[in-house]
């Protein structure tokens, strides 16, 4: 059955809200006892997908991250002035950089991620295993489906202010 109900969907989003509430202050948290706390805000995103990709162009990482390129810049700006990323000219084009992790960054990355999960593993350590498990699948469900209704014009059915076109239906 559908959870396609305005009831439904009210409560999914003030669920939603105190979530993204909580990982802010999750982020706050971690972030006051570390002495990379900066790294925690904007940048620590930045700082994963380099741990995963290794080296990436400001514009492959701005797009990963659905954000402008000018605010990449000016996040990685401050984490190279810390020493946790440097710039590598690319090899493909001279007039573009890379950018990668420095050892230190690879560091107070590997520090930040246990901090978080131990956080983490705190707030689940009453639950059982079954409903950890359904969490993960139920959210990681939830995340596949909602990027794919914001990034599918035909099942996204809100409209941006000023569009003038009627929204699709499913």
């Not at 202050?25 to 990379?36: H, K, Q």
């Not at 107070?108 to 991620?113: A, C, E, G, T």
């Not at 990681?140 to 929204?167: E, I, K, N, Q, Y």
Request: hydrophobic fraction near 35%.
């Amino acid at each position: 059955m559908p959870a396609s109900t305005s009831k439904t969907s009210h409560t999914l989003d003030e669920v939603l809200f105190t979530l993204a509430q909580s990982l802010r202050r999750l982020r706050i948290s971690i972030g006051d006892e570390s002495d990379y706390a900066y790294a925690i805000g904007s940048g620590f995103w930045q700082l994963v997908l380099l741990g995963d990709r290794g080296e990436e162009r400001v514009s492959e990482i701005a797009s990963a991250l659905n954000l402008d390129i000018s605010t990449v810049s000016r996040q990685l700006k401050l984490l190279e002035s810390r020493g946790l990323i440097e710039r590598t000219p690319d090899k493909s084009d001279g007039r573009v950089s890379k950018v990668r992790l420095t050892p230190l960054g690879r560091d107070v990355l590997d520090q930040l991620v246990q901090a978080r999960l131990a956080v983490i593993n705190d707030a689940l350590a009453s639950w059982h295993k079954t409903d950890v498990d359904r969490l993960i699948s139920l959210l990681d469900r939830f995340s596949h489906d909602l990027s794919t209704s914001l990034t599918d014009p035909d099942m996204c059915s809100v409209s941006a202010p000023g569009d003038t076109r009627p929204p699709t239906t499913r």
